[in-house]
């Protein structure tokens, strides 16, 4: 077996013999497509090195490859020689974070992106927050802009807690960064719920400074609040410790209200410090309701979580800078 060819291509001068002596993988190749894409084969081939001198010699080489593994390598090179109809249209998780690596330590993930590309949005769907977790290294190492952005956000909308990065890899470092600013965020956004929710519950309870006390109106808009609110599972906050800041804002945005509009008509009420009622101040000219009121918040809080930028993250930042003039669009060969 370990004779045994696999014809990348039939008419290669490089067998890449992956693996231990036991279990090796053997792969006919090219030596121009390898050093096409990528700087270390190139290297590797080239006249400097005793590996490229034989090749030139002999015309043919052997190249040892013992700590990689054959069939990830085997999927690399189909795809540097175009052999796409020998891919499969999904990989597992852990497969396509062993490819990553491996594509990472041969600089060749420019000639990988479209299909990377693909494999990751097709494993991002419904995934757990450990696929997930492993898609954000394996965006970062494939140099997949728009997964790695894409990621990031869903991050901090679908998971609630720490995540600590397995294993002690280079980019780790970088990225535990990058996923302990994500839970930072994602703090900073459940801060803003209660806020605004604080904000909301105080404006009906100070009787003595917002509306007079026999205003149905304001009584009417208070109790039905909390009343959806706990109805959610948003209210009292304690009750919403196990949700995502992802489903409390689209809560939030998607809760009927059942009310009548405010700032219709002035109630006739004075409060006690002898201004209009509540349900008459200029803050309500344009009749917001509730719903409005919480659709417009969870947009506002939404549109503020900041975004991730490979670009920048690669440059030594956490998140995208304001000046950022990064690619964030689909993985093509033109580099990020």
């Known amino acids: ?67 990689d593994d054959g069939a990830d390598m085997m999927i690399i090179c189909n795809i540097l020689h175009m052999r796409h109809s020998k891919l499969d ?21 420019m000639a990988l992106g479209p299909i990377a590309e693909h494999w990751v949005r097709e494993l991002r769907t419904d995934c ?21 952005k894409e990621l990031g956000r869903d991050h901090i909308l679908r998971y609630n807690g720490h995540w600590v990065l397995d294993g002690n890899r280079p980019e780790h470092k970088v990225l535990q960064k990058v996923l302990d600013a994500a839970d930072q965020e994602t703090c900073l956004a459940r801060i803003g719920v209660v806020q605004f929710f604080d904000e909301r519950i105080v404006c009906y309870c100070d009787t003595n400074r917002t509306y007079a006390n026999n205003c149905n109106r304001a009584l009417m808009y208070g109790t039905d609040m909390l009343r959806k609110l706990k109805g959610a599972e948003l ?30 008509a ?12 509540f349900c008459t101040l200029s803050l309500w000219i344009d009749n917001k309701t509730l719903a409005t009121l919480f659709k417009a918040e969870a947009e506002r809080i939404r549109k503020k979580i900041p975004d991730l930028c490979l670009g920048c993250v690669l440059e030594g930042e956490k998140w995208k800078k304001t000046d950022c003039n990064h690619s964030e669009g689909p993985s093509l060969p033109f580099g990020i």
């Open 235 to 264: 209210w009292p906050l304690y009750s919403a410790r196990g949700l995502t800041i992802g489903s409390m804002l689209s809560k939030m945005a998607s809760m009927s209200w059942k009310q009548a509009s405010l700032g219709v």
């Open 1 to 67: 077996m370990a004779d045994s060819v696999v014809d990348i291509d039939p008419d290669g001068d490089v067998v890449l013999v992956c693996g231990k002596a036991n279990g090796s993988e053997r792969l006919r190749v090219s030596s121009k497509v390898l050093s096409l894409a990528s700087p270390v084969f190139k290297t590797m081939l080239g006249p400097n090195f005793k590996e490229g001198k034989k090749l030139s010699e002999l015309g043919t080489l052997d190249l040892p490859l013992p700590d």
């Open 89 to 109: 249209r999904r990989l597992e998780v852990k497969k396509l974070e062993d490819v990553s690596i491996l594509a990472d330590k041969y600089n060749c993930t």
């Open 266 to 277: 002035n109630c006739g009420n004075r409060n006690t410090m002898g201004n209009a009622c």
């Open 128 to 148: 757990s927050d450990a696929t997930r977790a492993s898609l954000i290294c394996s965006a970062f190492r494939l140099r997949l802009p728009m997964m790695f």
